[in-house]
């Protein structure tokens, strides 16, 4: 199944962008999971947002980005509003700390997100 793929994961990723203001960054630490010969426009997630900002629904921000090859990360995480995070302990088993309300944790969570960011050349970018 392609990272980002699941139809539930894409659903919840339009009805997130439909408010205004809200942000979806990704950045991946490879280049996006992608059959030969396709573009980055291919991807369901990327393609279903793509439609959403084409039919003007999308009010918040979107971008993907890819990790740069000379800074790798080991571990997979989410961070949500600064107040949540999701850090996987083992990738084959999917297990994973998750918290909600532990703000400090997850900011700090955040400034590593925004390093890697900062740190990744980016993919596409779309804005309500």
Do not use: C
């Amino acid at each position: 199944m392609l990272v980002y793929g699941s139809p539930s994961i894409i659903d919840a990723a339009r009805h997130l962008l439909r408010k205004p203001g809200a942000k979806l960054s990704v950045v991946v630490e490879d280049a996006l999971d992608l059959d030969e010969g396709q573009e980055a426009a291919d991807h369901p997630l990327i393609a279903a947002i793509q439609m959403e900002a084409d039919r003007g629904w999308m009010r918040g921000e979107f971008e993907v980005k890819v990790l740069e090859a000379n800074d790798p990360f080991e571990s997979h995480f989410i961070v949500m509003d600064h107040q949540a995070y999701r850090i996987e302990t083992d990738d084959d088993q999917a297990r994973a700390v998750v918290n909600f309300g532990n703000s400090e944790t997850a900011e700090l969570a955040a400034k590593v997100f925004e390093s890697l960011s900062e740190n990744s050349r980016q993919i596409i970018a779309l804005a309500a």
